[in-house]
């Protein structure tokens, strides 16, 4: 069973940068796409970006030519890279990889990483 660690969140100010990093266990993520999501209290859980097996990626508009979505598949892990960052970005960032249909995903969810926008 994969077991997804996040990290790499933490406090910045408006404009700043940040890189999350998504660890996964066992031998699948080389073969599943990948995703990264938010959610903020009492909001929906929001796409952010996601990178297919071969690295395609796509990235919600919200974000686009802020964050770059990446990954090591030789190591198992996921990258986000954060830039201008804006205080509507402060969420807690998932990682997860999506299935083709619906809102369903193929791993549990991890604890997350709080990402925090303020000056």
């Known amino acids: 069973q994969v077991q997804l660690v996040e990290s790499g969140g933490g406090l910045v100010q408006p404009g700043g940068s940040l890189r999350l990093s998504c660890v996964a266990s066992?031998?699948?993520?080389?073969?599943?796409?990948m995703g990264w999501y938010r959610q903020t209290p009492g909001k929906q859980r929001e796409m952010v970006a996601t990178?297919?097996?071969?690295?395609?990626?796509t990235h919600s508009n919200s974000v686009k030519g802020r964050f770059v979505i990446s990954r090591d598949n030789n190591k198992n892990i996921l990258y986000l890279q954060m830039s201008s960052l804006k205080p509507e970005d402060t969420a807690v960032y998932y990682c997860?990889?999506?299935?083709?249909?619906?809102?369903?995903?193929?791993?549990?969810w991890g604890q997350g990483t709080q990402v925090t926008v303020s000056s």
């Open positions: 997860n990889s999506p299935r083709a249909f619906g809102d369903f995903f193929r791993f549990s």
């Open positions: 990178i297919t097996i071969d690295g395609r990626t």
């Open positions: 066992g031998s699948t993520f080389s073969i599943v796409p």
